[in-house]
């Protein structure tokens, strides 16, 4: 019989009960099979301190005020999307029916979404994501393609999917109260819960990017003038 000493990778020939039952008790795979999934430290959609590791690595107060201002909107973003998960994981808990606190939290962060979200991104495109993209691509961040492409390109994508996920969720919730037939309600109903669930994880996603990568690299490679004509634009901007 042949088998691996997992402490030092050879092969143990013909091995003896003893040395099997401490293979055993030892056995990586097993150890890792037998823990509880509720107890798995991290899994790909909850990097380990992922949301939080900005905060260590870097003072905001000394970040342009144009970076501030948008990190501030971020965390009001944040407050709006962590009411609005709790209440979609309440709402499949209750089987899909709503109660007055669900109804309060789906309808502040739909008007959120529009209201603010929305305009935020706008005020990232057509600020500052345009001379950072060129910025990036002077500095060589960027792909090796006829078409370079940078993270503002990996930004602006995730704009997009907010659009769809947004409104095809609010409009699926929509639809689903105006359907007769239960199978099919409830149907309609775990299709926007799912739909919810990815918009949710998207956003932080996307707060965690700009905030741990983007926001950074426009504060090393902008000028503190260049800054200053930004937010001269922003305050004229109309959204």
Same mark, same amino acid.
């Given at each position: ?7 030092? &990778? ?26 509880? $999934? ?6 790909? %959609? ?29 965390? %009001?973003? /944040?407050?709006? @999307? ?23 939290? $789906? &309808? ?22 345009? /001379? ?7 500095? &060589? ?21 907010? @659009?769809? #996920? ?6 699926? #919730?929509?639809?689903?109260? =105006? ?9 309609? $109903? ?18 965690? =990017?700009?905030?741990?990568?983007? $926001? ?13 004509? %930004? ?9």
């Amino acid at each position: 019989m042949k088998i691996i000493d997992p402490k030092t &990778g050879k092969r143990i020939i013909n091995t003896d009960p003893s040395t099997l039952k401490e293979l055993k008790k030892n056995d990586p795979v097993k150890r890792f099979a037998e823990k509880d $999934f509720e107890q798995i430290e991290h899994s790909p %959609m909850d990097p380990p301190e992922a949301y939080t590791a900005l905060e260590k690595n870097q003072a905001k107060d000394n970040l342009p005020e144009l970076i501030q201002l948008f990190n501030k909107e971020h965390q %009001m973003a /944040l407050e709006k @999307i962590d009411s609005f998960e709790s209440s979609l994981k309440q709402f499949k808990e209750q089987s899909y029916k709503f109660d007055k606190k669900i109804n309060e939290n $789906f &309808g502040s962060f739909f008007e959120f979404f529009d209201k603010n979200l929305l305009i935020h991104n706008i005020k990232e495109e057509k600020i500052l994501f345009p /001379l950072l993209h060129k910025r990036l691509i002077e500095s &060589g961040e960027h792909s090796k393609t006829p078409n370079p492409r940078t993270g503002i390109d990996l930004l602006e994508d995730d704009h997009i999917k907010f @659009i769809q #996920l947004g409104s095809l969720t609010f409009n699926l #919730l929509g639809l689903a109260t =105006r359907i007769q037939d239960e199978t099919s309600r409830l149907l309609i $109903f775990d299709v926007a819960y799912n739909n919810g669930r990815e918009l949710v994880e998207l956003l932080r996603l996307h707060i965690f =990017r700009e905030e741990q990568t983007i $926001f950074p690299s426009a504060a090393k490679l902008l000028t503190r003038e260049e800054f200053e004509e %930004m937010i001269n634009k922003l305050e004229k901007l109309s959204v």
